[in-house]
């Protein structure tokens, strides 16, 4: 079988060099770089694209936008993880698990936008349960979401690890973006099924990587005298064939104490665990642990790659 040439445009930042590390250690693929001091030549990038099978677009959002206009012309298939294209008409959203189908849309598709690394956790929880009328599509959502400083990119590493003086052993989080229109949220609401924007409220915990989103849900805003023990058999029963997406056993799942639902339990893992956690006056709470790295960037980008070029889906991940 013909080895593929991939291009990773943007190999130099966090996730493109994660993804570039990793494709590297494969016999099947031909990685595609330009050189670091002409990471910025648009001539040498357009070329190495079109003369690629596929591309991996690693890049600002106005960049990847520029890029996947080379490509149109070619026949070169593009994997994005910016935010571009994650919305858009004529993208396929990658994430497979999402609903049936959507795996043979990745597949045959040669525009495929990765999924933010909030957005994951959160679509596989409220998706299944919007379908099945168990939350009413006006539901109002509320989402809690703590991750590694990683997430921001080379700025917001190097605003951890010194640039700033007191965020040097910060002992909690730190919010952010409480009063803007956070960026995942456009997709949040249109691959979960939701009316109404979800209200996000993320913050930066003082650690690289990894990743824990919660999702309060209201007793009031249950349907069907659903309980969570419906709730986890509806989740269950939809990933159960889904080696990435594990749902912990209700059990499991209270059997937590100090310290709980660590965030970078799945650190260095492709895969992520989704808990269900039953309140006795009827609320359930759905927390959601991945590597903000993994399965939230370039495990993601790699198991889209996979389905395009016709590979193995899982090669290469750690699961």
């Known amino acids: 079988m013909a080895i593929s040439k991939v291009f990773i445009d943007g190999s130099y930042g966090t996730t493109g060099l994660r993804i570039r590390e990793r494709l590297e250690q494969r016999d099947d693929i031909d990685v595609v770089v330009v050189d670091k001091d002409l990471?910025?030549?648009?001539?040498?990038?357009?070329?190495?694209l079109v003369?690629?099978?596929?591309?991996?677009?690693?890049?600002?959002d106005d960049a990847a936008v520029e890029a996947a206009r080379w490509a149109s012309d070619s026949d070169?298939?593009?994997?994005d993880p910016s935010t571009a294209h994650?919305?858009?008409?004529?993208?396929?959203?990658?994430?497979?698990?999402?609903?049936?189908?959507?795996?043979?849309?990745v597949r045959e598709s040669h525009t495929v936008s990765n999924p933010g690394c909030y957005p994951t956790g959160v679509i596989l929880c409220v998706r299944p349960l919007t379908e099945t009328g168990i939350l009413s599509k006006d539901a109002p959502i509320t989402i809690h979401a703590l991750s590694g400083y990683s997430g921001g990119g080379k700025n917001l590493i190097a605003k951890w690890e010194g640039g700033q003086p007191d965020l040097t052993g910060l002992p909690f989080e730190s919010p952010y973006a409480l009063h803007t229109a956070h960026k995942h949220?456009?997709?949040m609401k249109k691959y979960s099924g939701l009316t109404y924007?979800?209200?996000?409220?993320?913050?930066v915990g003082p650690f690289l990587k990894g990743m824990r989103v919660e999702i309060p849900l209201h007793k009031s805003v249950i349907q069907k005298n659903a309980s969570s023990e419906t709730i986890w058999n509806i989740l269950s029963e939809r990933y159960a064939d889904e080696p990435l997406v594990n749902v912990v056993s209700i059990h499991d799942a209270l059997a937590y104490s100090d310290p709980a639902f660590d965030p970078q339990v799945r650190n260095d893992n492709d895969g992520l665990d989704i808990s269900v956690v039953p309140n006795i006056l009827g609320h359930v709470l759905l927390i959601i642990q991945i590597d903000n790295l993994g399965k939230g960037a370039s495990g993601a980008a790699i198991q889209n790659m996979n389905l395009m070029l016709g590979l193995p889906e899982h090669a290469g991940l750690t699961v």
């Open 197 to 203: 924007e979800p209200q996000f409220m993320p913050a």
């Open 51 to 60: 003369n690629s099978d596929l591309a991996i677009l690693c890049l600002p």
């Open 76 to 79: 070169t298939k593009i994997v």
């Open 39 to 48: 990471r910025r030549n648009v001539d040498e990038r357009r070329e190495a």
């Open 86 to 105: 994650r919305v858009a008409d004529g993208w396929v959203y990658g994430l497979p698990e999402m609903a049936r189908g959507q795996r043979d849309a």
């Open 185 to 187: 949220v456009p997709e």
